[in-house]
DNA sequence: TTGTAAGCGTTATCAT
DNA sequence: ATGATAACGCTTACAA
């Protein structure tokens, strides 16, 4: 292969095949709409060429970046983390490549990074959740471009969905809990701004308790974001209160671990004393010295499944609009029956 | 807004405001070249048609597509998750996008990952590392790519690297260890396989060590790749054989809070009896009953100053090629001076 | 300062 | 089955 001058391009590999621009195209796009001949022909000089197609020209005849884009709150919480992975190993297999954005869960963000992805041409759009800014799906209508809320799960909306039953899996862990005879719940939760899964989650665990006509007691819930540090700040702060919630349900699984690790160190015997649950399930909950009870969503198949979801419609294969994702609940040693 | 019935262009706005698309062209691009008068005017007629240029069509006549690629081994680790989030972050304050890819540590995998982002023409490509399959130096140079190494730091290679001292890193933590007055390690390393930053910091800890005469023992050295559980499991295997170790150095974070959860469980006195280190902090760590001495490195610092290098080097500035992160150690509870 | 028009490297529509 | 050739939507000499 010798050392090209100019970068060599479909034009260069047609003259020295001896054929058209178009036939070259076609071998290679195409392939059986061109004789066995010519392909191999093509084939040959492609390869002694080194010829690489340039996907920009690609993309402007085609109108297709066989790009997509999607827009995560963070990247650094394990369930974005596994389905960014999982979307991009997966899209990757169909010939596709992601294009990454981060919205720090501010909506005016997810805009302007929405409206960045479009210019470049995406031709899909990934997001989180389904509430947005008021200005997005007038962006996407606009744009016609397809687009799928992750890490939801609600058919009764119009746009495609893809995740977990998040009202329903709080609804369960806290009825689970009710069972092991619980009344005094405690909550830890992640902050409801901008993050319509948390307020579902926290919905669930409402439904769950009003259907015993049981309510959470004011100094029994605290707000935070993220965070072990934040998590055995927020639970010390619901210990305070007497008398103490037999069951602690926190918002995910870093504050789930921080309350945990509180309860250790102020000695209180999970889960005789008192119980504690998660969200979202990491290896670290698994194995502490007290394991802790959580819901495990499937984060990776959020991302497998929302890739194939994309392919599929791409390539003209009609498909299911909304897809619900498993959160089962894992039971371990940090719940058991209420105390007394 | 009249809902345009076929997609308007840099055209329509031109014939509207009464210019040429050159004019246009200019008045977005390079202001300063158009007079206030059409200024204005054509900016009020990008607006009122809403007009969004195409990305695909400027990239195409450019030669530039604003994005960057990426290939990082893997996204769930804790460091490389961080990085990502800083890059696509300081990346979008710059007008650029960020491609992501996986490698999943396969050299063959990198490459071809790397082919396919070029073919999508990016401005720049960032690996980890600075190891890489044999063709992939010949295809980058080919393309005439800005490429640059991270998580390395290796001014006397050839290309641009960004990231921490790996060698020196381990070199002072075991040298710390050392002159606490241990002399029997143990090593629960991470996989060298396609690893050349695991391999690096291994070399740091025999250098250390030889400089005092000191080896570690067949039965003191564990391998695995990451995770909790594994650590667990390589820390028994190495306490298996006696003497115990008084200082165990792990390969990763997650190792580390494995090989400190089993010591837990086997109620060895960290620190009176033994020691125990890591490389890279994650929260978990400060947070444990027994929180984990490890090396700081500040993978957001990796990500941010890859992002404003390549930036700063695409728009002509030029800038130095090496740059070395901090890697700092951070000592807890679980170091300590040797046994007797 | 502004306009004209020639690319940019493919794909795709027509003929042949 | 193949070949001419016109898009694709923008940027950028070069002219005016």
Redesign the pocket.
């Known amino acids: 292969m010798i050392h090209p001058r100019r ?5 260069d ?2 003259k020295v095949a ?9 071998a ?3 392939p059986e ?3 066995e ?3 191999s022909r093509v084939a040959s000089v492609v390869r002694h060429l080194g ?4 996907g ?3 993309a ?4 297709r970046t066989h790009t997509i884009g999607a827009i995560f709150p963070t990247l650094t919480h394990g369930d974005f983390a596994r389905a960014t992975q999982a979307l991009q190993s997966e899209l990757a297999l169909g010939g596709y490549t992601l294009l990454l954005a981060c919205s720090e869960y501010r909506p005016e963000q997810e805009l302007q990074q929405a409206q960045k992805l479009l210019e470049r041409g995406v031709d899909a759009l990934i997001l989180v959740g389904e509430t947005h800014h008021a200005a997005l799906p007038a962006l996407l209508r606009n744009n016609a471009v397809l687009c799928v809320n992750t890490f939801v799960y609600n058919p009764s909306t119009h746009g495609t969905c893809i995740g977990p039953d998040n009202r329903k899996a709080l609804y369960r862990l806290t009825t689970y809990l009710a069972e092991l005879g619980h009344r005094r719940f405690g909550v830890v939760a992640q902050s409801t701004e901008n993050n319509d899964r948390a307020r579902t989650r926290l919905q669930g665990i409402h439904d769950a308790l009003a259907e015993r006509s049981l309510a959470i007691r004011p100094g029994h819930f605290a707000e935070g974001y993220w965070g072990i540090a934040e998590g055995r700040q927020l639970f010390r702060r619901i210990v305070a209160t007497q008398p103490w919630p037999t069951a602690v349900i926190c918002g995910n699984a870093y504050l789930a671990v921080g309350a945990m690790l509180e309860s250790q160190a102020m000695n209180i015997r999970v889960p005789h004393e008192m119980s504690i649950v998660g969200y979202d399930d990491i290896e670290i909950m698994a194995e502490l010295a007290i394991p802790i009870t959580t819901v495990r969503v499937l984060s990776d198949e959020v991302g497998r499944r929302t890739a194939r979801f994309l392919i599929a419609t791409l390539e003209g294969k009609a498909e299911r609009f909304a897809y619900e994702c498993d959160a089962e609940i894992v039971i371990r040693a940090s719940t058991g029956p209420a105390p007394r």
């Open positions: 970068k060599i391009g479909l034009r590999v047609a001896g054929v058209s621009t178009a036939t070259v195209s076609r290679m796009n195409n709409a061109v004789s001949a010519l392909r010829w690489v197609p340039d920009t020209a690609r402007l005849a085609t109108k």
